[in-house]
């Protein structure tokens, strides 16, 4: 009986010893590959770091793209608390916060409408093939800033979420509203820290026009319900912007499949990223005009 209960206990100690063995080593090899994915992410932070624009890199939330990631954070933990703080509350009024706030819009993108119009007119742009300018002579930097106020006015555009909460307009929280403006900003956050100039200003040109059209609308609209029977013309802008994507598609694919001294990464992110774009703003054209036409017949 001692025999038998000697082995047991020893056959217990020793698969302890092995268990607490397989635990160590399991805990090392966990370690280990969270030592190695801090290091690659600590490597590529810094190659972001180093290899951007010298010229942009002093300028503001540019050289790290820390801050924006934090912006795009707290702009999707406002999208997720904002409605269940607002949702025993009334709408906050923001008539006269929404008149100043849209037609300053329409007053920024015409600035830089005309910045990237005449900066690149000036500067003998190509629009079918423009490689980007690194100097800092004063038409590349003018273009550079241009493009800067443009990734910019992207992060003022987060407010159009904020409106929409705090007037508890919660069904134009779409998919395709958080989608554009929360990629935005890091889609023009690396167009300002990798390419300011060069064939970006095509986006930032189209862009700026159909925001100076869209703005108007919108603040036209914040006057008051009098003003609906001036704006018969909204389904118009949403077929301005699906042209905008199909230009800005064309226009990606055509130099992805030619020689130019622009990088083929950007241009094949702004080509998938129009073509997201375009399904989801065709979609929204269906639902909100064509589907709804047919229902009422």
Same mark, same amino acid.
């Given at each position: ?46 190659? !972001? ?49 929404? !008149? ?18 005449? %900066?690149?007119?000036?500067a003998n742009y190509s629009y079918l093939c423009q490689p980007v300018d690194y100097s800092t002579s004063p038409l590349a930097m003018r273009m550079a800033s241009v493009c800067w106020w443009f990734f ?9 979420? !904020? ?19 929360? %990629? ?38 914040? !006057? ?13 802008? %949403? ?59």
């Amino acid at each position: 009986m001692r025999t038998v209960l000697a082995v047991y206990i020893h056959s217990f100690f020793c698969e302890s010893a092995v268990n607490r063995d397989i635990m160590t080593s399991e805990r090392f090899r966990l370690q280990t590959q969270m030592a190695s994915v801090w290091q690659n992410m600590s490597s590529m932070h810094q190659w !972001i770091l180093e290899n951007g624009d010298k010229r942009t890199d002093p300028w503001l939330l540019v050289y790290s793209p820390v801050p924006v990631l934090v912006i795009f954070l707290c702009y999707l933990g406002l999208i997720w608390v904002g409605p269940r703080v607002m949702k025993h509350r009334e709408p906050v009024d923001l008539k006269l916060v929404l !008149i100043v706030y849209n037609f300053s819009m329409v007053c920024l993108s015409a600035y830089m409408f005309h910045e990237f119009l005449v %900066t690149s007119w000036q500067a003998n742009y190509s629009y079918l093939c423009q490689p980007v300018d690194y100097s800092t002579s004063p038409l590349a930097m003018r273009m550079a800033s241009v493009c800067w106020w443009f990734f910019f006015s992207k992060v003022i555009e987060l407010s159009d979420t !904020i409106f929409f909460i705090l007037r508890k307009k919660n069904n134009q929280l779409t998919f395709l509203h958080v989608y554009h403006h929360g %990629t935005m900003i890091f889609n023009w956050w690396s167009g300002v820290k990798y390419v300011a100039g060069g064939q970006s200003f095509f986006i930032g040109l189209l862009n700026t026009f159909v925001h100076i059209v869209m703005y108007s609308y919108y603040g036209l609209a914040a !006057i008051g319900p009098h003003m609906q029977k001036y704006l018969w013309w909204k389904r118009y802008l %949403t077929s301005l912007q699906l042209l905008q994507f199909v230009l800005l598609t064309t226009h990606t694919g055509y130099n992805l499949f030619t020689e130019c001294d622009f990088p083929d990464s950007m241009n094949m992110v702004v080509f998938a990223y129009c073509l997201s774009l375009i399904g989801l703003f065709s979609n929204f054209y269906y639902q909100s005009y064509l589907k709804r036409k047919s229902k009422k017949k």
